[in-house]
């Protein structure tokens, strides 16, 4: 899990959290959306000179590069694309599960987009992945929606929510400055010595979902969640 997980296990340690637990269910989130990335792009990312469905599994269904540079979706096709959805839905319902060890200020945001990537892993399922001729995306107001829904149901106290958080202690009470630019860079990260500043990171995420939103699932992703 070399990109998606960590950027959620970077997001854990600064908003802070209950349980070790809760790594084990960042990653698992970080590796439902990059599934997810992985079947809605797979003809983009081929045309790019990427194939990043491992080649076992492509041997196992019978579907070759071959085909998939050709663009043929057939059963074996089919089949492939339908355990990778299987394998990341069940990504999805172990992920959702950090949330209740999160702060609800904290939770926000890893709430809002695992549903939107959840939501477009629906989308590819009902249109029995047809993922070769068209991008699968979602509509400005449906992530609208989508996110304030999510967003608002975020502030309710979730089943097991009984203490704060954990703050991470490699990490001391002082101000977290992220220079902007246009990926999540770990090395952009200032720590501020000035005591009693309280962690202002979370914005960092907030900021990277609000570019999230601004773009269309049918844009180029966003770095930080590729």
Known sequence: YRVASVVGLICLQ?????????REYAVDLGLAMQLTNIIRDVREDFNM?????PQDEMARFGYTEDDLKYGVRNQAFHDLMKFQADRAREYF?????LLPYLSRRSRACPAV????????????????YDVLESRV?????????????????SMLILPFETSPPRPCPSIPTTAIDF?????????A???SKTPGVPVT????ALQNLWVLLRRPFSETPVNVLD
């Open 179 to 187: 220079t902007p630019g246009p990926t999540f860079d770990v090395k």
């Open 93 to 97: 319902d172990k992920g959702f599960k």
């Open 137 to 153: 995306s979602l509509s400005k107001a449906e992530k609208i929606s989508i996110t304030a829904k999510t967003w608002l149901g």
């Open 49 to 53: 000179g990427r194939i990043y469905l």
């Open 189 to 191: 990260i200032r720590v």
């Open 201 to 204: 990171a979370p914005r960092t």
């Open 14 to 22: 600064i908003f802070g959290y209950k349980d070790d637990e809760a």
């Open 113 to 128: 987009l695992g549903a939107l990537y959840s939501k477009v892993l629906d989308r590819i399922e009902a249109s029995d």
